[in-house]
Each structure stands twice: as structure tokens, then as C-alpha cells.
């Protein structure tokens, strides 16, 4: 997503945003489960854009009794369908329809309901993501049991040094405990991975320090942004979130994909060269993968410096492959000084190349 610089957005008071879904639910035509419904949508994209389902499979979800954890909820069952394993810590159930449907809606996918008791104190073996989704900005007052008791379970997450080597922690839109303006008060609340803010940060948001932080909520209509003057990014293309601030930096040395692939033997590979690439060519246009025709295209001058450009494939026969170039191109004049040149395709979602 595109990033957009943290100080350039709005934060709310916890006043504003109370006078927010007012307006989006009363003269605006906004239901509540539809807000849910969008808000939760968000927290799921949020969360599959930066923690991949290769490396953060298993997801512990603990909802509060609110609004916030029918947020939750919500997000659990787009998280299902995205191919993650969501697990949900619900111990306060709200006896609304809107709420007893969502239960109904996991239910009926077979997602786990754990109990407070059977949490294990330490969540590190079990689980690849924490989502907080207790305690929204409208929270008031201290946690009570069993809240109190799971919110330190996270802040005992939060402290383990290496990162690495413990689920991370994503907030809905305010970190249970916080103060929705002041933030964390006392200095020993959660101190979340990731904070999702929905429809705009609030002012708590500002003393977030964790790696990723996104906004939520693609539903925000003029009559609101002029009235409450908000700046808030745009969405790129047909995203639900935007990520707020820096991208953090990356280890590229760390970055390594896991590949689980059929064994390719040298007795199942078909004799004829060509034979071998239109069968595996046909199965990426069967795939339905985004221009299985591309190919990067490398060529070498006279005086043996290399150059690589991506193509289209036009044509393929028993003679070799076709391709389209203009004969003043540097491809053109290449091949002109040296006919030997290399054809590379990618197919990432079949995990192959030839």
C-alpha cells in the first residue's frame, strides 16, 4: 500500500469519534453491522498484508464484549477464508442478534471458541498472531476480570526482546487498556506490533511506536471529512487499508519464501524440449495466471555485456519462441552482434520456471 507520512493525517478525540458514528449511523443511513462488517473486513486485510500466511498461520482472536470485538469476530471469518486458522477468545458473549450471529456465522465454519482457562500463560507455542480486539475508544473506566488478567497476558508478550520469536500483537483500533486520547499511561500497557486505526487514528495513536501501523475503514463520505475537517490518505487501488507512516526496514538477507513443491524428477521431463514447455505453458494459461506469457528476455552484445528486458511471448513451434521488438531496439541490435540469448519464465503461483 501506499504509505502516507503519520503527521499529515487527522487524530480524533475520543468526543469526535463518538460524534462520527453518530453521524454514520443516524443521518448518513449507516448500520452498525455494516460498519462492523467493513471495519473487520479491514483488520483482516491488514493483517494478511503484512504477516503472510507461509510464516503466520495460527491466530488467536480475543474479543470484548463490544463493538470492538464484534470487529473481531468479523475479522476472524474473512481471516478463515483468507487460509488462515483463526482461533477466537470470547468470554464475554453479548446476547444481541447482531452478535449471536456472528458466533452463529464461526460456528458454522468449524473456527475454535477457547476458553479463558485454557490459554496457555505463554501464547508462543500455540499461536502466529495475537489480535486484540477487546476494548475500543468508547472504553471507559479498568478492565475487569478476565480482561484485566488477558491484557497483562499480552503485556507479558509485548516485553519478550526478540520479536522474532513470539506472535505479534495487532490492536483494533485503540490497544485494550490505553487511554483512547492519553495512550498508555502508565507505561506498562500492551505495546502492540500492529494497530489497525478505523475510520480515523485517534489521538492515542500518536504514541503508538510499533512497525506497522494501518488505517481501516474505506467508507468515510465527504459530509464527514468536510465537517470534522479530516485529512486521511487515499487507498491505493481496491484495498481496504492504508499503511500510515515509514515502511520499516527489511533484512533483505532474511527474506526467503518457503517453497512446498511436487519433485521435479529427469525421468518424468518429457524428451522434446518444446513438448516439456507447451504442456507447462498450457497449465499456467489453465491456472489462470497474469500474463503466464511474460519472459525475461536476456541478451549479449560483441563486447559480452549482458542485458535483460521483460517480453511478451507471441509465438511458440517446433523452429523456437516468438517475439515482437522493433529492429532499432537494444535487444535488435544484441542479436544482430550475437545470436545466443536466453528465455526465463516465471510462474510464481505454480512455483516453477523455465
Known amino acids: 500500500t501506499a504509505a502516507a507520512a503519520a503527521a499529515e493525517v487527522t487524530h480524533l478525540s475520543q468526543r469526535d469519534a463518538a460524534d462520527i458514528d453518530e453521524q454514520l ?17 479491514s483488520v483482516a486485510t491488514a493483517v494478511a498484508e503484512v504477516y503472510k500466511l507461509s510464516e503466520h498461520t495460527r491466530v488467536l482472536i480475543i474479543c470484548g464484549p463490544g463493538n470492538n470485538g464484534g470487529d473481531g469476530l468479523v475479522a476472524a471469518r474473512h481471516l ?23 458466533v452463529t456465522q464461526l460456528e458454522s465454519l468449524a473456527i475454535p471458541f477457547v476458553p479463558v482457562e485454557d490459554l496457555p500463560q505463554d501464547l508462543s507455542g500455540q499461536y502466529d498472531i495475537v489480535i486484540d480486539a477487546m476494548f475500543g ?30 506472535p505479534p500483537i495487532v490492536s483494533v483500533d485503540i490497544p485494550s487498556g490505553w487511554h483512547v486520547e492519553e495512550g498508555d499511561v ?27 501501523h494501518f488505517l481501516g475503514g474505506r467508507f468515510v463520505p465527504p459530509p464527514i471529512s468536510s465537517k470534522y475537517g479530516l485529512e486521511l490518505p487515499p487507498y491505493p487501488g481496491t484495498s481496504m487499508c492504508v499503511r500510515i507512516g515509514k ?10 519464501e518457503n ?4 519433485e521435479l524428477l529427469e525421468n518424468q521431463v518429457m524428451p522434446n524440449p518444446f513438448d516439456q ?33 521483460m517480453v511478451l511471448l507471441k509465438g511458440v513451434d517446433k523452429q523456437g519462441f516468438v517475439w515482437y521488438t522493433n529492429y532499432g531496439s537494444q535487444k535488435a541490435h544484441d542479436l544482430s552482434e550475437n545470436s545466443n540469448a536466453a528465455l526465463l519464465f516465471y510462474w510464481n503461483e505454480m512455483n516453477r520456471q523455465g
Open 137 to 166: 475508544f468508547s472504553f471507559h473506566g479498568t478492565p475487569r476480570p478476565p480482561f484485566d488478567d488477558l491484557i497483562q497476558m499480552l503485556v507479558s508478550l509485548s516485553v519478550v526482546g526478540d520479536s522474532a520469536k513470539r
Open 25 to 41: 449511523m443516524g443521518p448518513l443511513g449507516f448500520s452498525v453491522d455494516q460498519l462492523m462488517e467493513l471495519a473487520g473486513l
Open 277 to 309: 514447455f507447451r504442456s507447462w505453458f498450457d497449465e499456467a494459461v489453465t491456472a489462470g495466471l497474469r500474463e503466464p506469457n511474460a519472459m525475461a528476455l536476456t541478451t549479449v552484445n560483441k563486447a559480452g555485456k549482458p542485458s535483460s528486458r
Open 80 to 102: 478463515y477464508h483468507f487460509g488462515y486458522k483463526p482461533f477466537v477468545c470470547y468470554p464475554k458473549r453479548t446476547a444481541k442478534p447482531l452478535y449471536s450471529g456472528l
Open 247 to 256: 515502511v520499516p526496514s527489511v533484512d533483505i538477507s532474511s527474506l526467503r
Open 259 to 262: 517453497y512446498i513443491s511436487p
Open 186 to 212: 502508565s507505561g506498562g500497557g500492551i505495546k502492540p506490533d500492529m494497530l489497525v486505526s478505523l475510520t480515523a487514528p485517534k489521538l492515542c495513536a500518536k504514541k503508538f511506536t510499533g512497525p506497522h
